[in-house]
């Protein structure tokens, strides 16, 4: 046994060296070689590998020398020696590599590469020797970062004496004009000791079987562990095609504790480890990577080749340098009874892409830049018609605007078709509200004291219920399921709720309340909640400090999550910069995001989070703040205030669900009567729509809630005219045809007051005639005048606001620790915070950490 293990170990190292990972018997790539030896121009900084960062440090510059591949899928090596004798530590690493070029880097240390070449193909291998992974970058996965303290050891008598770069260019239609790649990493070196040592240890199955068409199979690796504590911070999975997941976790005292977990058909390089995971003496390390025999016809062994498979873990690690041990390996199951008992987690395979599948596996296609509203349909979706001959507009006599609410952050609509309104009373989300752990800094105010919940009618805005008092400090988002349930966010709590409509204890909670975290039994900041109707499965946005979708089953109990946080550069699928609302698409079984500050709304498949489409549009701006479906396939959205310099207003899109494209837009034609610089949309948070297409809008910063309503047909000859013209991209072309619908739409009551006004004139313009018939013109002119003067008066009138709404104000003022603080002009000062004229900047009252500035707004 133990020299099978010691084959499978060789056989495994050199399965890595050729590049970790399976390429098929065909794929044997010509050795590149330039004509000659010296560097291209476009390597910057190739002309001095070693730069001098102080009397100690040092910055060693590896990379491509200039290459062009000539094929999609090729893998080049290069190596680089170790400048110094002596040994030395590596304490971080930047990558030079775009997306666009390079799927992914490895680097490895190594004392006999495997060539002398300048560089070579790496199907040659990576070194003659044994190679330790020290990094690795890929496409769509974050980098590795070494703690503060922890390096690598290089050099000296044990450390490797050459740095080995292997890059894998996948799609190379980047390449088309010739140029030549110089992707590589830099690394930061230093002669000082470092008090902890990073290592790696490789957990790896060598004895698994995968029987032909068989669902599922698992490959079980336990090891006690038997040296000093060792911290954890990074892992990495490998398999072949038919890997599923693979999850590692520290098992102490029977406690399973997660070190990491990912679809081995994602970008295989280190991820950071969640929470902290230290490993102690006579610890268990164990690991399970789930596979499927399905579309096989043979048995499947363990490997090197594109037919066998691997089940490998690699665990990155760091230790006291005095009891340092750089490599270390599992290859056994020293407990399969225990495994009964392992986390169901490590059994639920994790969705992936079709696009990284294809790139993961070598099989690329060339994907051609398209506009993102032309997306190829579903025959479902292709079949979805939509009556688009219509217009909304504000609903003027809506005496909604005249309710005094605290901030407004969450609307839905009940079975009964009444608005819920989700407001946060006197309590404001501010600067001062958490500290820079997203711990909430204002609990001694306590819960609000009003009720947060009203239900009202959608008509009259007659206040109909309502409830939520003293259960919640900052509200945020609120939906409603089949069965009526009130379903909300709280993101001081970091809680997510499921209340009965007459109850004044939830039905159901999720998260810890006040505890902020990124585990599956805590959210960070959690934006809105959505229910599948048919399923009951719930979908919960988290949030402004995480970034990802959570599902949950009925019952509350955790099931997957996807999304990860924006890298630098174009966002990527999948990626999230604050998903801050939800809309469930029944009818084609999809969840759409509105990915605030990626300023764009990305659908996935209910279920699986497969990614299936992103809507973008340039007139979305920066911000898009919240999305919502109406049956029969219109999608609605509210976007955020622009930034400076920038045109795109505030606004509401109507868009077909099925190709994206943008039918209609929508503003206020009213000012709030108590805010009188809320100019239109000031920020709007939330938008709910109904069947009949009538439109609610909160507006966190003018505190207040829009209605908007379809206008009939009749009214809508002028934009059915200009349909049939371009689309004008002008902004203020667009604005021009918004002024014309308005006044088509009002061109009835116009029509009237005219007739009406105009005959007391037609009498004085016929006396005057009679009297000075030679000045009948410069008379009628002066006539024509006055009338619109005075029509636009009238007009003035009839489109002020309706009365006789209801004062919440009032209301509120009977219950115990009422203020009028939350029902005055909020401070502009805070996070979900509102757009602050004199400078600029988002004061929206949700505060959110700044990705690369311009600074985001909280809301």
């Known amino acids: 046994m133990a020299g099978l293990v010691n084959n499978l170990l060789i056989l495994f190292l050199v399965s890595q060296n050729n590049c970790l990972g399976f390429r098929g018997p065909l794929s044997v790539f010509k050795r590149y070689k330039d004509a000659t030896r010296s560097l291209s121009s476009e390597c910057l900084g190739s002309d001095r590998p070693v730069i001098s960062l102080g009397l100690s440090d040092f910055a060693l510059d590896i990379r491509m020398p200039g290459v062009t591949p000539k094929q999609s899928d090729t893998y080049l090596c290069m190596s680089v020696p170790l400048p110094v004798d002596d040994e030395a530590y590596v304490v971080d690493f930047k ?220 665990i990155m690690y760091y230790m006291e340098a005095k009891h340092a041990v750089s490599y270390m390996t599992c290859t056994q199951n020293a407990n399969p009874e225990m495994f009964r008992n392992i986390p169901q987690e490590a059994n639920i395979p994790i969705p992936v892409k079709p696009d990284m599948l294809k790139m993961t596996h070598g099989h690329h296609e060339e994907i051609k830049d398209t506009d993102k509203s032309s997306l190829q349909l579903s025959k479902g979706e292709e079949e979805l018609i939509l009556d688009q001959d219509f ?205 605030r500050e990626n300023g764009r709304i990305q659908c996935f498949r209910l279920g699986t989070g497969e990614f299936v489409r992103e809507i973008k549009h340039k007139s979305f701006g920066r911000e898009l703040f919240a999305v919502s479906y109406a049956p029969g396939g219109l999608l609605f959205a509210v976007n955020g205030m622009p930034y400076p310099g920038e045109a795109e207003p505030a606004q509401g899109f109507v868009m077909n669900f099925s190709t994206g494209e943008i039918i209609d837009t929508f503003i206020p034609l009213r000012k709030v009567e108590y805010c009188t610089e809320c100019l239109r949309f000031e920020m709007p948070h939330d938008v709910v729509a109904s069947e009949d297409k009538t439109v609610f809008v909160g507006d966190v910063h003018a505190r207040t809630v829009w209605k908007f309503a379809s206008t009939e047909k009749s009214e809508t000859i002028v934009e059915a005219r200009l349909k049939n013209n371009p689309e004008p991209t002008d902004p203020l072309k667009k604005q021009e045809k918004q002024h014309l619908v308005r006044q088509a739409s009002t061109g009835v009551s116009f029509v009237l007051i005219t007739t009406l006004l105009i005959i007391p004139v037609v009498v004085l313009l016929a006396i005057l005639v009679f009297i000075r018939w030679r000045k009948t013109t410069v008379y009628g002119a002066d006539g024509e005048h006055k009338l619109d003067s005075n029509s636009s008066r009238v007009l003035g009138r009839l489109r002020g606001k309706g009365g006789g709404g209801l004062n919440l104000g009032n209301f509120f003022a009977s219950h115990k620790g009422y203020s009028r603080k939350g029902f005055d002009r909020l401070s502009t000062e805070g996070s979900d915070q509102e757009k602050d004229e004199d400078d600029g900047t988002d004061s929206e009252e949700e505060y959110s950490a700044p990705p690369p500035p311009p600074a985001p707004s909280s809301s």
């Open 391 to 595: 217009h909304i507009e504000e609903a003027v006599e809506w005496p909604g605007l005249d309710l005094k609410l605290g901030q407004v952050s969450g609307l839905a609509l009940d079975l009964e078709n009444n608005l819920v309104v989700f407001h946060r009373g006197d309590h404001v989300w501010d600067e001062n509200s958490f500290d820079s752990k997203f711990v909430y800094q204002q609990r001694g105010l306590g819960p609000i004291e009003q009720n947060t919940i009203l239900v009202l009618n959608p008509s009259t805005a007659k206040l109909l219920h309502s409830t939520g008092k003293s259960l919640f400090y900052l509200p945020h988002g609120l939906s409603i399921d089949k069965n009526g349930n009130y379903w909300v966010t709280d993101v001081a709590l970091h809680q997510v709720f499921k209340l009965g409509a007459d109850a004044k204890e939830p039905l159901l909670t999720l998260g810890v309340a006040l505890q902020p975290g990124s585990d599956k039994n805590h959210f960070c900041q959690p934006t809105d909640v959505a229910v599948d109707p048919i399923t009951g499965s719930v979908y919960v946005s988290d949030g402004y400090c995480n970034s990802r979708i959570i599902q949950f089953s009925p019952n509350g109990l955790y099931i997957m999550q996807w999304g990860e946080e924006t890298s630098l550069g174009r966002a990527r699928p999948g990626q999230f910069r604050i998903p801050h609302s939800l809309a469930l698409i029944p009818d084609f079984s999809q969840l759409c995001v509105a990915d």
């Open 95 to 314: 990558p030079h590599a775009s997306m666009d070029t390079v799927h992914h880097m490895l680097l490895f240390g190594c004392n006999e590469p495997s060539s002398t070449e300048n560089y070579w193909d790496c199907d040659e291998g990576t070194c003659k020797d044994k190679s330790n992974i020290l990094y690795a970058w890929a496409r769509n996965a974050p980098p590795t970062r070494l703690p503060k303290g922890v390096g690598f050891r290089v050099g000296g008598e044990t450390g490797g004496k050459f740095f080995v770069l292997q890059v894998h260019y996948g799609d190379i239609s980047a390449f088309r004009d010739k140029h030549k790649d110089c992707s590589g990493v830099t690394l930061h070196l230093t002669h000082q000791k470092q008090p902890l040592i990073a290592g790696m240890y490789l957990m790896m199955s060598v004895s698994t079987v995968i029987p032909p068409g068989e669902k599922v199979v698992d490959a079980d690796i336990a090891c006690h562990y038997k040296r000093f504590p060792m911290h954890l911070f990074a892992y990495r999975v490998h398999t072949h095609r038919l890997g599923k997941v693979v999850s590692g976790y520290r098992v102490r005292n029977g406690q399973w504790t997660l070190i990491g977990r990912q679809s081995p058909q994602l970008p295989q390089a280190f991820y950071p480890v969640e929470h902290p995971v230290d490993v102690s003496y006579d610890d268990i390390l164990a690991a399970r990577c789930v596979f499927s025999g399905e579309g096989r016809t043979t048995e499947t062994h363990i490997g090197g080749t594109a037919n066998d498979e691997m089940c490998n873990f690699y």
